[in-house]
């Protein structure tokens, strides 16, 4: 091949039917093996995914644009593929096509009210497809909390749904007891756990987790640390995932961003490509600087980047209060600063850290002769 003078090959072997193939990168003489991976070649942006990733890590000392060619020049050994079809133009005939396929713009349903209600739309509302949401705050504002609870909400409503987590600083033991704490609330057939409970292994925790483990156990993928742009996407790929959290924006990597503001501005732009391609909601944890408040002004809240509060849909800032309340939960109100596909409104919220879950302040209690008998979600 006519990369043998840098030391490197890509061998290939076929997996199942269809374009699916087990790369294996080896040294051209020595026959070290560098990198294995499973690619569909018949998908472009699996082959472009897959070469960008190789030249980024070092793993080949070539140019993307040779990369790409080489596996195309694979695909066409493995698919019968002798050049790269040229795409169908896209005409508004299409547009009309799309537009009657879908009486309402398709969402994912999180089970969180004030959150999906932001969609607009008919009734249950939800994060739409092919776009970002953006949660703000300070530090213990609890905007990975709601962020598990979307996730664990949608996947519980909906048994079709593929979700993904990016991990940034969270362990993945961490992530397991929040879910336990939060699923424990929103499944509802026993007495809620604690986080602490779960921490603690105890009994009533390990019974939700097995309730967990069966429901949507395998249907939320994990992204581990260190996060880059294309190992989430090629996850999104791979999983088929519809719902994508990301905990948090400033701890994904772009490989040679000259400073931390080019590397977020990139990462924003990958990840608004990555939400239109794959149609998918992408719900985006972020910090703030110490300036911001809730008075601040949408194009000014992203941490160094105005392109966070431009590239997102929509875009909610946490306020909690100083102090709990006298039921020991932290009042926190997200400030809609953005919201494209419908009306804005803040959403006034309450936080129970112990429970990891988010209620609506807003929300009528139920009468007291009816309490012991609410959804354990519906307690206050």
Same mark, same amino acid.
């Given at each position: 091949?006519?990369?043998?003078?840098? $030391?490197?090959?890509?061998?290939?072997?076929?997996?199942? @039917?269809?374009?699916?193939?087990?790369?294996?990168?080896?040294?051209?003489?020595?026959?070290?093996?560098?990198?294995?991976?499973?690619?569909?070649?018949?998908?472009?942006?699996?082959?472009?995914?897959?070469?960008?990733?190789?030249?980024?890590?070092?793993?080949?000392?070539?140019?993307?644009?040779?990369?790409?060619?080489?596996?195309?020049? /694979?695909?066409?050994?493995?698919?019968?593929?002798?050049?790269?079809?040229?795409?169908?133009?896209?005409? &508004?005939?299409?547009?009309?096509?799309?537009?009657?396929?879908?009486?309402?713009?398709? #969402?994912?349903?999180?089970?969180?009210?004030?959150?999906?209600?932001?969609? $607009? $739309?008919?009734?249950?509302?939800?994060?739409?497809?092919?776009?970002?949401?953006?949660?703000?705050?300070?530090?213990?504002?609890? @905007?990975?909390?709601?962020?598990?609870?979307?996730?664990?909400?949608?996947?519980?409503?909906?048994? !079709?749904?593929?979700?993904?987590?990016?991990?940034?600083?969270?362990?993945?033991?961490? &992530?397991?007891?929040?879910?336990? +704490?939060?699923?424990?609330?929103?499944?509802?057939?026993?007495?809620?756990?604690? @986080?602490?409970?779960?921490?603690?292994?105890?009994?009533?925790?390990?019974?939700?987790?097995?309730?967990?483990?069966?429901?949507?156990?395998?249907?939320?993928?994990?992204?581990?640390?260190?996060?880059?742009?294309?190992? /989430?996407?090629?996850?999104?790929?791979?999983?088929?995932? @519809?719902?994508?959290? /990301? !905990?948090?924006?400033?701890?994904?990597?772009?490989?040679?961003?000259? !400073?931390?503001?080019?590397?977020?501005?990139?990462?924003?732009?990958?990840?608004?490509?990555?939400?239109?391609?794959?149609?998918?909601?992408?719900?985006?944890?972020?910090?703030?600087?110490?300036?911001?408040?809730?008075?601040?002004?949408?194009?000014?809240?992203?941490?160094?980047?105005?392109?966070?509060?431009?590239?997102?849909?929509?875009?909610?800032?946490?306020?909690?209060?100083?102090?709990?309340?006298?039921?020991?939960?932290?009042?926190?109100?997200?400030?809609?600063?953005?919201?494209?596909?419908?009306?804005?409104?803040?959403?006034? #919220?309450?936080?129970?850290? !112990?429970?990891?879950?988010?209620?609506? +302040?807003?929300?009528?209690?139920?009468?007291?002769?009816? &309490?012991?008998?609410?959804?354990?979600?519906?307690?206050?």
């Amino acid at each position: 091949m006519a990369h043998e003078p840098e $030391g490197r090959a890509i061998e290939w072997e076929p997996v199942g @039917k269809g374009g699916r193939a087990r790369l294996v990168v080896v040294g051209a003489d020595s026959g070290e093996v560098f990198d294995i991976e499973s690619v569909d070649l018949s998908l472009w942006r699996e082959r472009v995914s897959y070469a960008r990733r190789l030249v980024e890590d070092g793993v080949v000392p070539w140019a993307q644009a040779d990369v790409e060619a080489e596996l195309l020049r /694979i695909t066409a050994e493995r698919c019968g593929v002798k050049r790269e079809p040229a795409p169908a133009p896209l005409t &508004l005939a299409h547009a009309f096509d799309e537009w009657e396929r879908h009486e309402t713009v398709p #969402t994912v349903t999180t089970g969180f009210q004030p959150l999906d209600s932001l969609a $607009g $739309g008919e009734l249950p509302g939800g994060l739409p497809l092919s776009t970002i949401t953006v949660l703000l705050g300070p530090p213990a504002a609890g @905007k990975s909390a709601l962020g598990l609870q979307c996730v664990v909400g949608a996947l519980l409503a909906d048994p !079709d749904l593929r979700a993904l987590w990016a991990l940034g600083e969270m362990s993945k033991a961490a &992530l397991a007891a929040r879910a336990i +704490a939060v699923g424990s609330v929103l499944i509802g057939d026993g007495e809620p756990v604690t @986080k602490p409970q779960a921490e603690r292994r105890r009994p009533a925790a390990k019974a939700v987790a097995h309730e967990l483990r069966q429901r949507i156990g395998d249907r939320l993928v994990m992204v581990p640390p260190i996060l880059t742009p294309d190992r /989430i996407e090629q996850v999104i790929v791979a999983s088929g995932a @519809k719902l994508v959290c /990301i !905990d948090y924006l400033q701890l994904v990597r772009l490989p040679d961003a000259a !400073d931390a503001r080019t590397e977020v501005d990139g990462v924003m732009a990958r990840l608004r490509a990555m939400s239109l391609e794959h149609n998918c909601a992408i719900l985006l944890i972020s910090n703030i600087g110490k300036a911001i408040d809730g008075n601040s002004r949408i194009g000014s809240l992203g941490k160094g980047s105005s392109q966070i509060d431009f590239d997102a849909d929509i875009v909610l800032l946490g306020q909690p209060d100083a102090e709990r309340n006298e039921d020991g939960v932290l009042p926190v109100k997200w400030c809609c600063k953005k919201s494209r596909h419908g009306q804005a409104h803040d959403l006034n #919220t309450l936080f129970d850290g !112990d429970q990891q879950i988010f209620t609506d +302040a807003e929300a009528v209690a139920p009468y007291d002769e009816f &309490l012991d008998h609410a959804p354990q979600g519906a307690r206050r």
